[in-house]
């Protein structure tokens, strides 16, 4: 069984929104920090945003800030990315982590702190 599937992407509009899920097939949930990266073609994958387990603290990419929401509802093991105002630069491909690490302001972008990583969902924004 995959642990993570995202869905929710799309092709939408410069400033336009997208929510993106992420459901999960992992045992206490709960106890994840969950993030979202993303990699536009030709680049390298990037950090977007993450939520830690422990008092959902909240860390977001500074091209994001503002825009995007990084939410979870632990009772259906699912994690969200609202996207808002989305613009031509944020087209990628959009994928969901999990990893039992606290996390902190620093490690939480980081992709070792992740055990689990989705197939990745496709995010396309036309100007």
């Known amino acids: 069984q995959v642990p993570l599937v995202e869905s929710g992407g799309g092709l939408v509009q410069a400033g336009g929104s997208l929510r993106l899920s992420c459901a999960a097939s992992?045992?206490?949930?709960?106890?994840?920090?969950v993030a979202w990266f993303r990699q536009a073609p030709g680049t390298e994958r990037a950090f977007v945003a993450a939520m830690t387990w422990k008092e959902n603290a909240t860390f977001y990419a500074d091209s994001v800030k503002g825009r995007f929401t990084i939410s979870r509802d632990n009772g259906k093991n699912t994690v969200y990315l609202r996207m808002n105002d989305l613009k031509y630069e944020d087209t990628a491909v959009y994928y969901c982590?999990?990893?039992?690490?606290?996390?902190?302001?620093?490690?939480?972008?980081?992709?070792?702190?992740?055990?689990?990583w989705g197939q990745g969902t496709q995010v396309t924004v036309s100007s």
């Open positions: 982590a999990a990893g039992r690490a606290l996390g902190t302001t620093i490690t939480a972008r980081r992709f070792s702190t992740y055990d689990y």
């Open positions: 992992l045992r206490t949930f709960g106890l994840y920090t």
